[in-house]
């Protein structure tokens, strides 16, 4: 049961860093206590770390500890076939020249793309469902993916479409091809450009893409 809960946590983490003890326990039910229990589990085992907020980030008083996952805790839930991705893509890149590479991170993104048309389609011109349903998409294949308020309480500025794990963030921080294909399918998926703000291939702790709801919403109204 408790190596059950903490994969949950770990996994909570993941999706939602940097994230506090406090929002863990209300997200999954649990007692702070207990959260935090697994937390000093998960940080023992190199798995989590305590987020360190940029200064101009910080407001007056003591912040309340904020929680985020590591590097190795990307890598156990990947699917360990990084190296052999890797070496594939360098021999595509010598033999064929960074055209090759570029079509191929094409080719997989458009297999994604195409999957997940008729599941963002399905909801509808509501920008923020139709980012939704692409989030829920990306969380089925194992991207751990969120909608969040660029600034809550202001929703003009847009939303964020976050996803705090990605299957080939190691092999994308030799190859940026696969995320500039991926921002370019979330804008056609979503209808508007969108813009990559952080990738966890680049060393961020989420990915994150800015998607501008209400030009969304005005663009399709117009349509």
Same mark, same amino acid.
């Given at each position: 049961m408790d190596a059950r809960t903490r994969d949950r946590v770990c996994r909570a983490v993941l999706e939602q860093g940097p994230v506090s003890a406090s929002m863990l326990a209300e997200r999954l039910g649990l007692t702070p206590a207990a959260v935090r229990r697994h937390l000093d589990a998960l940080t023992a085992d190199e798995l989590v770390s305590v987020w360190e907020a940029p200064a101009a980030r910080r407001g007056p008083g003591?912040?309340?500890?904020? $929680?985020?996952?590591? &590097?190795?805790?990307?890598?156990?839930?990947?699917?360990? $076939? &990084? &190296?052999?991705?890797?070496?594939? *893509?360098?021999?595509?890149?010598?033999? *064929?020249? %960074? %055209?090759?590479?570029?079509?191929?991170?094409?080719?997989?993104?458009? %297999?994604? %793309?195409?999957?997940?048309?008729?599941?963002?389609?399905?909801?509808?011109?509501?920008?923020?469902?139709?980012?939704?349903?692409?989030?829920?998409?990306?969380? &089925?294949?194992? $991207?751990?993916?969120?909608?969040?308020?660029?600034?809550?309480?202001?929703?003009?500025?847009?939303?964020? *479409?976050c996803q705090g794990h990605c299957p080939v963030q190691h092999v994308a921080r030799e190859f940026p091809e696969l995320c500039e294909a991926e921002t370019d399918a979330f804008s056609r998926l979503l209808g508007v450009h969108v813009q990559r703000l952080a990738t966890l291939a680049h060393g961020e702790h989420v990915c994150t893409t800015h998607v501008p709801l209400a030009s969304l919403t005005t663009g399709r109204q117009s349509e």
């Amino acid at each position: 049961m408790d190596a059950r809960t903490r994969d949950r946590v770990c996994r909570a983490v993941l999706e939602q860093g940097p994230v506090s003890a406090s929002m863990l326990a209300e997200r999954l039910g649990l007692t702070p206590a207990a959260v935090r229990r697994h937390l000093d589990a998960l940080t023992a085992d190199e798995l989590v770390s305590v987020w360190e907020a940029p200064a101009a980030r910080r407001g007056p008083g003591r912040p309340a500890r904020r $929680y985020v996952a590591t &590097d190795r805790a990307h890598t156990a839930m990947s699917a360990g $076939y &990084d &190296d052999l991705a890797s070496s594939a *893509l360098r021999y595509l890149r010598a033999a *064929l020249g %960074e %055209e090759a590479v570029r079509a191929f991170a094409e080719q997989r993104v458009g %297999e994604l %793309e195409h999957r997940y048309r008729p599941r963002v389609d399905a909801v509808g011109p509501d920008a923020g469902s139709r980012a939704e349903a692409l989030a829920a998409a990306l969380t &089925d294949d194992g $991207y751990a993916a969120s909608v969040r308020p660029a600034a809550p309480g202001v929703p003009a500025l847009g939303a964020q *479409l976050c996803q705090g794990h990605c299957p080939v963030q190691h092999v994308a921080r030799e190859f940026p091809e696969l995320c500039e294909a991926e921002t370019d399918a979330f804008s056609r998926l979503l209808g508007v450009h969108v813009q990559r703000l952080a990738t966890l291939a680049h060393g961020e702790h989420v990915c994150t893409t800015h998607v501008p709801l209400a030009s969304l919403t005005t663009g399709r109204q117009s349509e």
